[in-house]
């Protein structure tokens, strides 16, 4: 077994990973319900965990607001990749005659879950996978964090039935996370608790990050139906204007309209589909993993280039592009209510 999980880590690295690691269902032992690798593979012993980096080139651009779609086309390819990865390990264990599943990067939930897709309760919730054994640091965000790539990585994994060596957590005194909080003040959704945290025990290792409120607010934001930051100065990629609900109660019926309102948008560039509605969603937020990097300049003049990139209005063509916000709230005024108010709920 112990040249067969050195074989395993080597193989994802060969394939486009830039780190990996191993997690057991003992060294996951006491984690959280989407920590159970037999959730996914019933007599599954351990997984293989790792991250592929997203190119940083097509970080600036996007937070800019200059370039969009360069971003989510990476973006999907490291998705893809990333999955595929996890495809191609698993047919190999297999073959080797240990069952084994892929578990794809993200958007596989428990329907199972008393609310449904509402929940977002994944198959497996790859950071547990990846904190523990070593593909990364937890950061104050609740995203893995590298040394090399920061947030920007894409996690998947293999789940498999064979016994494979555990890899341990990386020190934690190593962590480059400083609590800067710039992956809050870059969220518009309120999706990190300021102050209360979660503690979450996974085989004799502690992790502690920020308590995530409704995820309905990530995927309002995140979805790209609503994102103007509340100080009115700049937004993600989204047109949308709505305000996220204080009170996570109100999410779910707010979300409803907006996805509703973005239904009816002018069809822009670019998209991908997502099992929640039969629109194309489009990248527009990730902040709180493109804007932590482990350079501490360089993650200050990632929100720097964010909070200056102004606000994203729609033009009647479908495109998208950020206009300072005086010139916004000019563009919005100025359109017939019937479609103002497709981007604003109007007093
Ligand atoms: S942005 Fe700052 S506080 Fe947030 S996870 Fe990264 S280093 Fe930690
Ligand atoms: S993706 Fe955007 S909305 Fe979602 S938690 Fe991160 S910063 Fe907030």
Request: aromatic share 8%; hydrophobic share 35%; proline share 6%.
């Amino acid at each position: 077994m112990e040249k067969l999980s050195r074989i395993v880590q080597e193989f994802v690295l060969i394939e486009g990973a830039c780190a990996a690691g191993i997690v057991t269902t003992e060294t996951l032992e006491g984690g959280p319900p989407s920590s159970d690798l037999t959730y996914v593979l019933p007599g599954a012993k351990s997984a293989v965990s790792f991250a592929v980096a997203i190119d940083p080139k097509t970080i600036p651009p996007y937070l800019t607001k200059k370039d969009r779609l360069s971003y989510e086309q990476e973006y999907l390819r490291v998705s893809a990749l990333a999955s595929g990865i996890a495809f191609h390990l698993s047919n190999y264990l297999d073959q080797k005659g240990y069952p084994s599943v892929p578990v794809a990067d993200n958007c596989v939930y428990r329907l199972e879950s008393s609310g449904g897709l509402y929940d977002y309760a994944p198959d497996i919730a790859h950071r547990y996978l990846a904190v523990r054994s070593g593909v990364g640091y937890m950061g104050l965000s609740g995203n893995i964090i590298t040394k090399d790539h920061g947030a920007a990585i894409i996690l998947a994994a293999a789940v498999t039935t064979a016994g494979l060596v555990p890899t341990g957590p990386l020190p934690s005194e190593e962590n480059y996370c400083d609590n800067c909080r710039l992956c809050m003040a870059s969220c518009v959704s309120g999706f990190m608790h300021p102050k209360e945290k979660i503690h979450i025990s996974l085989g004799n290792y502690e992790f502690e990050y920020s308590k995530r409120r409704h995820y309905g607010r990530c995927d309002c934001v995140c979805s790209g139906y609503t994102g103007l930051h509340s100080s009115g100065k700049w937004s993600t990629w989204s047109p949308g204007r709505y305000k996220v609900p204080e009170s996570d109660d109100e999410i779910n019926a707010e979300q409803a309209r907006m996805i509703d309102r973005h239904a009816q948008w002018p069809e822009a560039p670019g998209g991908r589909y997502f099992i929640l509605t039969d629109d194309k969603l489009r990248s527009s937020c990730g902040h709180c993993q493109i804007i932590c990097c482990p350079d501490k300049n360089e993650r200050k003049a990632r929100y720097r280039m964010l909070t200056e990139s102004g606000v994203a209005v729609q033009n009647p063509d479908g495109t998208i592009e950020a206009v300072s916000s005086e010139a916004a709230e000019k563009i919005l005024k100025s359109m017939p209510a019937d479609r103002r108010i497709l981007y604003e709920n109007l007093e």
